[in-house]
């Protein structure tokens, strides 16, 4: 089984003019997540997810058997719940965490999921 | 080479009410575009995608090595588009069709990408 992979856009400015010097929301936001990763979730940057209009953007994925998930609106303030997800989906086989045990950032900041690739 | 799929969401009601009879405009857009698939490019329903504020949605997807779209906004006016873009996709390897040959639908509404599994 594949494991669980976050994909943080680090190109990200989060609606905000650019700043001169200094890492972009998208860049922090990565920085903050890779510092402190569940075993079994790796992370990986990507430059723009498309979804610059509801950045910071991420995808939760896991492989070709599991549902991905596209979360938006992140900050950092998010972190410690988007690892706590990330934990959580990586437990199951499907990626289908039953929906009390999501965090609220999961319920309520999806952009969109996309199914598994085979349907079964 | 996965072949290239188009995953629909049929139950989305695109912001309407919801009409007793009649089938709902995520269903009627799949079987606009189910009724006229180019070669190599086949469609699955999907029971919602998550993206119900930008609806009706769609995922344009190929397999590891593509990326991977997911578009929102679509009515039955796009279904020449979204078809054209589809068969554009397939004849790629990595799914990324030079901007100017993507159909303006495909420029405008997306509401995010996904790279390929495997980072190379």
Same mark, same amino acid.
């Given at each position: ?33 890779? +510092? ?14 498309? +979804? ?5 953007s991420m995808v939760l994925s896991g492989g070709d058997e599991k549902w991905t998930y596209v979360y938006g609106h992140l ?10 997800? +990330?934990?959580?989906?990586? +437990? ?29």
């Amino acid at each position: 089984m594949a494991g669980t992979v976050l994909t943080v856009c680090t190109t990200c400015r989060a609606g905000r003019p650019v700043e001169a010097d200094g890492d972009r929301p998208g860049k922090k936001l990565y920085d903050a997540l890779a +510092a402190d990763l569940p075993d079994g979730v790796t992370i990986r940057p990507v430059e723009c997810l498309s +979804a610059c209009d509801n950045g910071c953007s991420m995808v939760l994925s896991g492989g070709d058997e599991k549902w991905t998930y596209v979360y938006g609106h992140l900050t950092l303030d998010h972190v410690e719940d988007i690892l706590a997800g +990330a934990k959580a989906y990586d +437990a199951t086989d499907d990626g289908l965490v039953p929906w009390r045990e999501r965090p609220v950032i999961f319920r309520k900041q999806s952009l969109a999921r996309i199914p598994p690739q085979e349907t079964k």
